[in-house]
């Protein structure tokens, strides 16, 4: 009913930057909280930044002042600038909405199926 298609992902040195995308698609009323969290090997999915609808933004400390999270509510896409990528950044990012659907009260999480950063020295 609802899809998440990321892109933007791809291999960069360290120092520079990417934009990752995340566009919804589908059945959808609303769309409250999106967000990216960012999975590396052996390690849990983290929450990178997040924006409300209202574009209230939350950052992870190890990516302030470096990330930036928008979002376009007519286009239902959610963004992350990323500058000044370090090594430790090489992940798969995930984007992630909390979702009302036409006909529906109830907001639901939605997952995309992530992009790979891979940050090289």
């Known amino acids: 009913q609802v899809q998440l298609v990321e892109s933007g992902g791809g291999l960069v040195q360290a120092g520079g930057s990417l934009r990752l995308s995340c566009a919804a698609s589908g059945r959808i009323f609303s769309i409250n909280a999106m967000a990216w969290y960012r999975q590396a090997p052996g390690n849990k999915r983290d929450l990178v930044a997040s924006?409300?609808?209202?574009?209230?933004?939350n950052y992870a400390d190890s990516v302030k002042g470096r990330f930036t999270i928008s979002r376009d509510n007519a286009k239902n896409t959610v963004y992350l600038q990323m500058n000044g990528l370090k090594l430790e950044g090489t992940a798969v990012y995930y984007c992630n909405a909390s979702i009302v659907l036409s006909g529906s009260i109830w907001s639901r999480q939605y997952w995309g199926q992530g992009t790979q950063v891979t940050v090289s020295k």
């Open positions: 924006i409300s609808s209202r574009n209230r933004t």
